[in-house]
Nanobody
């Protein structure tokens, strides 16, 4: 059974930082893209950052424009990815989800596996 488990969420003040982590299990995730998405209250889920794993190396595929320069995705191995979130803003408040799919990064609907999410709340 495939499982993605996120951790590291919390409540911080604007300008603060958090490190979110995601650990995947249940299959071999080589040649899988892993990504972070988020869903704010009353809004649709949106893409945050993604990384692919090709030939034993991690490639950072993309960042959403709203987080470029503030968030950093790191793929440590085939099954572990983190998201360092710095200079947090109240609009970053959301549930952050880890997701995985075979192959390269793609649209949200192509991601096959999802975690349960971790809450990030940023106070002004």
């Amino acid at each position: 059974q495939v499982q993605l488990v996120e951790s590291g969420g919390g409540t911080v003040q604007a300008g603060g930082s958090l490190k979110l982590s995601c650990s995947a299990s249940g299959r071999t995730f080589s040649s899988y893209a892993m990504a972070w998405f988020r869903q704010a209250p009353g809004k649709e889920r949106e893409f945050v950052a993604a990384t692919s794993w090709i030939g034993g190396y991690s490639y950072t595929a993309d960042y959403a424009d709203s987080v470029k320069g503030r968030f950093t995705i790191t793929r440590y191995n085939v099954s572990t990815v983190s998201l360092q979130v710095n200079s947090l803003k109240p609009e970053d408040t959301a549930v952050y989800y880890c997701a995985a799919r075979a192959g390269s990064h793609g649209p949200e609907y192509k991601y096959d596996y999802w975690g349960q999410g971790t809450q990030v709340a940023v106070s002004s």
